[in-house]
């Protein structure tokens, strides 16, 4: 069969054609007049191809929730200043919970002409609900999708926060049952100091501790209402921001309405999604790097873990291999995540003041950046939950002397010498050893002392990798009574 014939059969890709995308039709603008809600000034519905290009709702039809909670929130306020009645008010609110149940059901049918969640909704609101024509007093589409992300970054930023609780806990319990076993810490992907297990899955607690610390500011930073600030420049109408405010949950801790400052800066600003971005891109960053910890202990050449079956698979060809393909994509998909914070980044870069639709882009970078960090951090729990260390392996790595150097050269500069001259000492001891084709504690004394004076007896008691560990139990450091600490503290952050 030739190759055209089959493409024309499968088109696979037809698949992923999304709902409102379909055969371009460059044409210069129906002769019908515009639907849309700005309609009035034009004689002339933009081109198909116009309309494909500019319409957002195949991705912002995820904001609904969040953008029915500020109508509703919205119209409640126009009710409590007098602009509508109650029964108008009442009108809208039936209306926005029959879409919102129609929206969940998935039975809402979005309409990509217009343009928008924020224009789909009105539409369909007053058609249920001819009242809703009031809806949009004192309000933009700017103000508006400002007010809806801030929703959404809050909610997202907690979601995140609940992912890397779980995955916290999941890489706490394999290190404390691992506290035993220890490993050639690495420099330069070179064996360098022996570690247990726990000090360094604890690294990682640290990283996404501090991942934590970074969603929890976001969701801090984003609890500024910004609606009220219309376009650009407010409105003449007299609304209560604060109102607003407090029934869509901008409030302090002692439940005051938090409001933005500046109408032009709040329609303009894309701050959030950047700081979003960014700990999204640092989450993703720390996830490929213990995926690349792990890549490498669970090669043949490390043969430290044993990886789950679950999330690995086999080769098509070579009936022996079982790849560590989930750690592979996490690494792989934090480029993803990093380009969405450049995209955001050179969006946002050189715009003039205020709402420019190039910002209307913001939504697919941080919906992808935050679709493929959830997926990553699950993916990485369940990973992780189900890696066995092979204590044997693990043994024999780091039970080369050559790790605890070291530890002879802070040994000589107990015993006096200074710490320059300790480590010109061990290096010449190294040396020895290797030109010997020995063990670093198996130079004979008389080679040895001929290096150094003290180089004899005492010295070959350092090699005691249970002793060097045990000597640094220092804040921070691996000796086992510190990994217990540790634990203990992390364990009791993250209980359920
Ligand atoms: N869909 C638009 C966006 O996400 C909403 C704001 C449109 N505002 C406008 N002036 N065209 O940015």
Redesign the pocket.
């Given at each position: 069969m030739d190759l055209n014939e089959l493409h024309g059969r499968y088109r696979p890709y037809q698949l992923f054609v999304l709902p409102c995308s379909g055969p371009l039709k460059p044409s210069v603008g129906m002769a019908k007049k515009s639907q849309a809600t700005w309609g009035g000034r034009f004689s002339r519905s933009p081109a198909d191809l116009m309309l494909t290009f500019s319409e957002?709702v195949s991705f912002?039809y995820r904001l609904a929730p969040y953008d029915i909670a500020v109508s509703r929130a919205h119209s409640a306020m126009l009710r409590h200043v007098g602009l509508i009645s109650q029964r108008e008010m009442r009108a809208i609110h039936k209306g926005l919970n029959a879409l919102e149940a129609r929206i969940a059901d998935g039975k809402f049918k979005w309409n990509p002409a217009l343009?928008?969640v924020?224009m789909n909704i009105e539409q369909a609101l007053t058609k249920i609900a001819p009242e809703a024509a009031k809806l949009h007093t004192a309000r933009s589409?700017?103000d508006q999708?400002a007010t809806d992300s801030r929703l959404f970054l809050k909610e997202a930023s907690r979601k995140l926060i609940d992912l890397l609780h779980r995955l916290q806990r999941a890489i706490l319990s394999i290190a404390d049952s691992n506290q035993n076993i220890s490993i050639p810490g690495y420099t330069h992907l070179q064996r360098a100091q022996p570690v247990s297990v726990a000090h360094h899955l604890l690294a990682y607690v640290e990283m996404f501790d501090r991942d934590i610390n970074r969603y929890e500011r976001v969701a801090e930073d984003a609890n500024w209402c910004p609606l009220g600030s219309g376009?650009l420049a407010g409105t003449t109408l007299p609304i209560d921001r604060e109102f607003v405010a407090r029934e869509l949950g901008f409030i302090d801790k002692r439940g005051r309405a938090r409001v933005t400052t500046n109408s032009m800066d709040a329609v303009a600003d894309r701050d959030l999604f950047l700081d979003f971005g960014h700990a999204c891109a640092l989450s993703s960053i720390h996830i490929s790097r213990i995926a690349e910890d792990i890549i490498l202990w669970n090669s043949s050449e490390f043969g430290y873990v044993e990886l789950p079956d679950a999330f690995c698979t086999g080769s098509s060809l070579m009936p022996q291999k079982k790849n560590p393909d989930s750690l592979e994509l996490l690494r792989g998909k934090s480029g993803r995540i990093v380009g969405s914070l450049q995209a955001l980044y050179t969006m946002v870069k050189g715009l003039p003041l205020t709402?420019n639709?190039d910002?209307?882009e913001d939504?697919v970078q941080t919906f992808e950046a935050f679709d493929q960090l959830e997926l990553c951090l699950q993916v990485l729990e369940g990973t992780i939950g189900g890696v066995v260390f092979k204590k044997s392996n693990c043994s024999k790595a780091v039970a080369d002397p050559a790790l605890l150097a070291t530890d002879l050269a802070d040994w000589l500069v107990s015993e006096g010498v200074a710490f320059r001259d300790a480590h010109h000492v061990v290096g010449a001891l190294v040396a020895k050893a290797e030109e010997l084709n020995v063990n670093l504690n198996a130079v004979p004394d008389l080679e040895a002392k001929a290096i150094h004076p003290k180089l004899r007896g005492a010295w070959r008691e350092v090699f005691d990798l249970q002793r060097a560990l045990k000597n640094r139990e220092g804040i921070g450091m691996p000796g086992p009574k510190q990994i217990r600490k540790q634990l203990n503290r992390w364990k009791k952050r993250y209980a359920d």
């Open positions: 957002s912002d343009e928008d924020h589409r700017n999708v376009a709402y639709r910002l209307q939504k």
